[in-house]
């Protein structure tokens, strides 16, 4: 029986301290993503018994609670009972112990501010991407129902993709700013800073140099771009945390945003977007240069991409290098490597959901399991099938990996490239669509190949043999017994049913047909 939304918001509530211990609240696509005062008071194994939650796990400093694709109804309960959902509230409770500052605390929260600044923008940059696989479908390259100069296809190919992708440090701006407890308006006018009409046109005629404050600034493109904005941030968080203090309540309203932009824009522009932007650059020709490379070094790499992809998922920071996957494609380019070996890994969690709704045999498991397909191919939500299977039975992860790396190896030799990245669904084919018929060839047999390894390894070896005896012996009906006396002889008489509702009304066995009848 389902669980209401909101018995699982009270009930993760109280066990992770109550809403005085939540110091702000968000979600991604099936999870709670927590941050929490008191780090200490969570029990995962207590959250996991909780009826609607799929798993529990701390990732950095973030308390995530795995709940499914109903999280943002649970989300809007939480909120109903007062927990804080976005920017800064007391931090103070009681005596609470403090976690000291180490490489792993220090990395955790960096991991925290990039995974929950990249989760809000997936949206806009999925819509965005799917206009543009609209547009390649129906435009001259396929279908031919719109031409190239029609206004139709200019709207959906570049006119809302672009929106999606060029204003990106605007976007990120107050993300970032938004999760860091900082004014997200500011966030954003710093982000528009960095793509002011005035800049972009340095940008076009060329100039490599200005000067803010007589210092100099490199000159750079950095629409669609996203560690720049992702520096400068921090930054402005701490100057205008700084300004909130030192300066009078009367005098606030004006001068603490003043203040605060007069001083990080000469920082951001000087000196952090640059560092960002050769950073990023950096990263995007790593990853995304591997498969440009091609022979066997990119095959390699996909076959280990497509088999562990889906455990990055589990980390949640899937979503950094999905966001720089998106980024690196608003300029035109595909990707040859790690965004296609990440599709096969979901195909691959199709086949692990599957397989292991064909080989178990209890019905309500099986119908569980034929769910988690179901939400992954339509949906493209595949955490219900990692924590709802995977966890439950550890086996079942050989087929994720098994069919992960049989695909990212067929699609690496087939040299797949995928042109637009949407979510984990079925609908992700059509990425590989603006690559014209070889490429769609080639998607299609790789797709078929990760579904279909992992499929049958989870068949064959997803289970103990203990396993599957359990489930054996829960689908068989239990049979229950009982010796009543013969209304008529009072000899005893043994009755069996199988249906516990009828075996609790002994009338039902009382009128029984007897020898003595």
């Known amino acids: 029986m389902a669980v209401g939304n909101e018995k699982v918001a009270a009930d993760v509530l109280v066990a992770v301290g109550g809403k005085e211990n939540v110091t702000t609240v968000a979600h991604c696509m099936t999870r709670l993503r927590l941050n929490l005062k008191d780090q200490s008071i969570p029990d995962d194994d207590e959250v996991k018994e909780i009826k609607g939650v799929l798993a529990a796990q701390w990732v950095g400093d973030q308390y995530q609670v795995v709940i499914g694709q109903n999280v943002p109804k649970v989300y809007n309960e939480l909120i109903k009972l007062g927990v804080a959902a976005s920017g800064p509230i007391d931090e103070s409770l009681g005596d609470a112990p403090r976690e000291k500052l180490t490489a792993k605390s220090i990395g955790g929260s960096i991991l925290n501010y990039l995974s929950k600044s990249m989760v809000q923008l997936i949206p806009i940059m999925m819509v965005a991407a799917v206009f543009r696989t609209i547009a390649a479908v129906c435009g001259p390259t396929m279908l031919n129902l719109w031409a190239a100069d029609s206004d139709t296809y200019n709207l959906f190919y570049n006119w809302l993709y672009s929106a999606g992708f060029c204003f990106m440090p605007v976007i990120l701006g107050w993300s970032a700013a938004k999760v860091l407890g900082a004014s997200p308006v500011l966030g954003m006018m710093l982000g528009g800073v960095l793509i002011a009409p005035e800049f972009m046109t340095m940008v076009d005629v060329g100039m490599t140099t200005t000067a803010v404050y007589g210092l100099p600034a490199v000159v750079n493109d950095y629409s669609s771009t996203v560690l720049p904005i992702l520096l400068c941030i921090p930054v402005l968080w701490q100057i205008e945390r700084f300004f909130k203090k030192a300066i009078p309540d009367i005098l606030s309203t004006m001068f603490v945003p003043f203040l605060t932009m007069l001083i990080v824009v000469p920082i951001s522009l000087c000196a952090l977007a640059p560092i960002g932007s050769v950073l990023g650059t950096l990263l995007g020709n790593f990853l995304f240069g591997l498969g440009e490379r091609g022979g066997i070094v990119a095959i390699i790499t996909m076959v280990i991409v497509g088999g562990l992809w889906e455990f990055l998922v589990m980390t949640g920071m899937h979503?950094?290098?999905?966001?720089?996957?998106?980024?690196?494609?608003?300029?035109?380019?595909?990707?040859?490597?790690?965004?296609?070996?990440?599709?096969?890994?979901?195909?691959?969690?199709?086949?692990?959901?599957?397989?292991?709704?064909?080989?178990?045999?209890?019905?309500?498991?099986?119908?569980?399991?034929?769910?988690?397909?179901?939400?992954?191919?339509?949906?493209?939500?595949?955490?219900?099938?990692?924590?709802?299977?995977?966890?439950?039975?550890?086996?079942?992860?050989?087929?994720?990996?098994?069919?992960?790396?049989?695909?990212?190896?067929?699609?690496?030799?087939?040299?797949?490239?995928?042109?637009?990245?949407?979510?984990?669904?079925?609908?992700?084919?059509?990425?590989?669509?603006?690559?014209?018929?070889?490429?769609?060839?080639?998607?299609?047999?790789?797709?078929?190949?990760?579904?279909?390894?992992?499929?049958?390894?989870?068949?064959?070896?997803?289970?103990?043999?203990?396993?599957?005896?359990?489930?054996?012996?829960?689908?068989?009906?239990?049979?229950?017994?009982?010796?009543?006396?013969?209304?008529?002889?009072?000899?005893?008489?043994?009755?069996?049913?199988?249906?516990?509702?009828?075996?609790?009304?002994?009338?039902?066995?009382?009128?029984?047909?007897?020898?003595?009848?």
């Open 319 to 517: 979503q950094v290098l999905i966001a720089l996957a998106l980024a690196n494609m608003a300029t035109g380019a595909c990707d040859s490597c790690i965004m296609v070996a990440a599709g096969m890994a979901s195909f691959a969690c199709y086949g692990m959901a599957l397989g292991a709704a064909l080989r178990v045999k209890h019905p309500d498991e099986r119908a569980e399991n034929f769910s988690f397909f179901v939400s992954a191919v339509v949906g493209g939500v595949t955490e219900p099938t990692l924590y709802g299977c995977g966890f439950r039975h550890m086996r079942t992860f050989a087929g994720l990996i098994a069919g992960g790396a049989a695909g990212g190896l067929v699609a690496g030799v087939l040299g797949l490239d995928v042109y637009v990245v949407s979510n984990a669904s079925i609908l992700s084919f059509f990425g590989y669509v603006a690559g014209g018929a070889q490429n769609i060839v080639a998607g299609v047999i790789a797709m078929v190949v990760a579904i279909a390894v992992s499929t049958l390894v989870t068949f064959l070896f997803g289970f103990t043999k203990e396993e599957l005896d359990t489930s054996a012996q829960a689908a068989r009906p239990v049979a229950y017994v009982v010796s009543l006396a013969c209304g008529r002889c009072d000899a005893p008489q043994w009755l069996r049913c199988t249906d516990r509702a009828i075996f609790e009304r002994k009338n039902q066995y009382e009128a029984a047909p007897h020898p003595c009848r």
